[in-house]
């Protein structure tokens, strides 16, 4: 059974980069997409991007070009980068396994926890 | 920009079924995977592909889709099933995914 872990600093200040792990265990990081999801306190799911080892990354166009994705095999994790935050990112950031359009996000992470305050 | 419509809100007394909409324009055209996140929780995915249960997923979760509503449907609704619940496409194209708001599910 997959499991994902997040991993990255609790607290970012604005104008910084926020900059997080994902840790993949008990599946193959090359077989599959992953993509990472937030949600700011009390508010809903936001899809941030996705990655696979095989095809380009994708991100949500409301974050502009502010977010980068990559994926290291030999570690089996990825990693996810957003520039300039300032307070409206903060959230929960989960990273999932993404099976595609027609299966979904079937595997998630506990989700941590990243602030953005001076 | 593309949109998944859910109520904020739903409330259904214990052992009847409730009918959560997700709605958009020719949403029958796409499949739609449902999430239920119960406070302090991750996400887990209940439905995906309009109307297929994970393993480990009740069969008192179901969910169909047509014309411009996809519904996750909830018979025999118990007191654990009290959660925000969320639908979700891939819009193609846009390359893109796309999440409800999400509606708050309240069993009385």
């Known amino acids: 059974q997959v499991q994902l872990q997040e991993s990255g600093p609790g607290l970012v200040k604005p104008s910084e980069t926020l900059s997080l792990t994902c840790t993949v265990s008990?599946?193959?990081?090359?077989?599959?997409?992953w993509s990472w999801v937030r949600q700011p306190p009390g508010k809903g799911l936001e899809w941030v991007g996705s990655l696979s080892y095989s095809t380009t990354t994708k991100s949500n166009p409301s974050l502009k070009s502010r977010v980068s994705m990559s994926i290291d095999t030999t570690e089996k994790r990825f990693s996810l980068n957003l520039t300039s935050v300032t307070a409206a990112d903060t959230a929960v950031y989960y990273c999932?396994?993404?099976?595609?359009?027609?299966?979904?996000?079937?595997?998630w992470g506990r989700g941590t926890l990243v602030t953005v305050s001076s | 920009s593309f949109v998944l419509t859910q109520p904020p809100s739903l409330s259904v007394a214990p052992g009847k079924t409730a009918r959560i909409p997700c709605g958009a324009d020719?949403?029958?055209?796409?499949?739609v995977h449902w999430y239920q996140q119960k406070p302090g929780q991750a996400p887990i995915m209940v439905i995906y592909y309009d109307s297929h249960r994970p393993s480990g997923i009740p069969e008192r979760f179901s969910g169909s889709n047509s014309g411009n509503t996809a519904t996750l449907i909830i018979t025999g609704v118990e007191a654990g099933d009290e959660a925000d619940y969320y639908c979700q496409v891939w819009v193609i194209g846009a390359d893109l995914w796309v999440f409800g708001g999400g509606t708050r599910l309240t069993v009385l």
């Open positions: 020719n949403i029958e055209s796409d499949s």
């Open positions: 008990g599946d193959s990081i090359n077989s599959n997409s």
């Open positions: 999932v396994r993404d099976q595609g359009s027609v299966y979904g996000f079937d595997s």
